[in-house]
């Protein structure tokens, strides 16, 4: 890309701190990396792909465990895999290029683009790109369900628009698939073709996006890996899902490095402009928690102190993560055929690597120390951020209210960290006595630590 196009790009995106004048090494990155992927994905399993790329250069791509379980067949870095909701950032991307290229209006009334359906003629394109429009995700009485086949967009979006707000529009933000299947129906609208032929004429092909495409649940496809899941701790074949259901919002398939020149695509002014991306990584709404603020079509998150943009995806079999650090052009692609996995954690964690910030690797769980029995008592001032710490059996546990509890562990600086693995954590706080009186919570591993009082009465 031009450099002023670059300058151009990173200057309108969210601020970032100040990255190394000197980039980490691929061979610094290799062995990290390699460390990474190794405590994350056992070898004889279900697998992953990983790939790490600064400008047009892949510092990284490497692969385990098995992308054919029952056959033994490796994990190779060029297969594909259903990538779900990182779906939504082809949607967003195309609804954005077609308002620039004057086809639709932003913050026009969806409405305008869908009059036969009953939509709330508040709810505007940027809405629900946004996760902003108040669109429910369930019917509000339970309907028959859909059948086996090729359900039509049609179909599907009558139902939504015909659903009670969950919120007035522009006033919350809550994840909606929904929405993106209205997105769908208006591109499907506006262009005369259909959704999934819109993708392929104006991004896939344009881009030379050899592997991606709409994943027909019946299409027969060379080098897409099988799929599974964790029942009772063993590894399972997934259930066979219909793809049309989350269509516009999640049924595409694609590659590592599809995925890396998409991404690269996007950011550098082959999609849409530059002002347009930044359109896409900006936070829509404000008092958003950090690591959950939500774009057109992109989350904007922070590692190590680095704005870093991007989606996740997870549905029957897979999970995936595309991550996107402006500041020293570096991509983050992990796949992988398990849809227990937890891609978003690994992806930060090679984020970390790439910025020569490596956050510690997850630790086997030992003994409780004898400090630990000032642990346990209930933390947090309101509902939304109350946890317990309890201890069973010898086991350290962590609940949200309402919630299971979830087996957590200390590591070697008294933090309380996840099982088997999660980069949030947090640390107790004690008084002069020893007293633990508050847990920082540090969500995604990332400051600025959100403070949970203890209000039990021990």
Not at 23 to 51: H, K, R
Not at 197 to 206: H, I
Request: net charge positive; glycine share 8%; hydrophobic share 45%.
């Amino acid at each position: 890309m031009r450099p002023l196009l670059l300058a151009l790009c990173v200057a309108l995106l969210p601020p970032a701190a100040p990255v190394s004048a000197r980039p980490v090494a691929a061979a610094a990155i290799a062995g990290e990396a390699d460390a990474a992927l190794a405590a994350a994905v056992p070898s004889g399993g279900s697998g992953a792909t990983v790939l790490i790329a600064r400008g047009d250069t892949i510092l990284y791509r490497r692969t385990r465990g098995m992308a054919e379980a029952e056959l033994g067949v490796p994990m190779a870095p060029d297969q594909i895999f259903r990538i779900a909701s990182i779906t939504k950032s082809f949607t967003a991307a195309l609804i954005v290029q077609m308002a620039e290229r004057g086809e639709v209006a932003l913050d026009a009334p969806a409405a305008r683009y869908l009059p036969e359906l009953p939509l709330d003629p508040r709810i505007t394109l940027r809405q629900l790109l946004s996760h902003t429009a108040g669109i429910a995700e369930n019917d509000a009485t339970p309907q028959p369900p859909f059948g086996p086949g090729e359900v039509p967009l049609a179909q599907q979006v009558a139902r939504i628009a015909a659903r009670p707000l969950r919120f007035a529009p522009g006033t919350e933000q809550r994840y909606s698939n929904s929405g993106y299947m209205l997105l769908g129906a208006v591109i499907e609208k506006v262009t005369g073709q259909s959704w999934d032929e819109a993708m392929r004429t104006r991004l896939f092909a344009p881009l030379g996006l050899a592997d991606t495409a709409y994943d027909r649940r019946d299409a027969i496809v060379a080098r897409r890996v099988a799929g599974y899941t964790l029942a009772d701790g063993q590894l399972r074949n997934a259930a066979a899902f219909n793809m049309s259901l989350p269509k516009t919002a999640g049924s595409l398939r694609s590659s590592a490095a599809d995925l890396m020149r998409w991404m690269r695509a996007l950011a550098h002014g082959r999609v849409v402009s530059a002002a347009g991306f930044a359109q896409m990584a900006r936070p829509a709404l404000a008092g958003v928690p950090l690591q959950e603020r939500y774009g057109l079509g992109l989350y904007v998150w922070q590692v190590r102190g680095q704005t870093a943009i991007g989606h996740t995806g997870q549905i029957d079999g897979f999970a995936s993560a595309l991550l996107y650090l402006p500041a020293s052009d570096t991509v983050i692609v992990v796949l992988a055929n398990n849809d227990a996995f937890d891609a978003q954690t690994l992806a930060r964690r090679m984020a970390a690597i790439a910025l020569g910030k490596p956050y510690p690797l997850p630790l086997s769980e030992r003994a409780l120390p004898p400090e630990a029995a000032a642990l346990p008592g209930v933390y947090g001032s309101d509902p939304a951020t109350m946890r317990t710490l309890a201890i069973a059996g010898g086991r350290l546990t962590i609940a949200r209210a309402g919630r299971a509890a979830i087996p957590v562990m200390l590591d070697a600086r008294g933090d309380i960290r996840f099982v088997p693995d999660e980069i949030s954590y947090f640390t107790p706080v004690r008084d002069a006595g020893g007293k633990v009186i508050r847990l920082d919570y540090f969500a995604k591993g990332e400051g600025p630590a959100l403070a949970l009082p203890r209000t039990d009465p021990r």
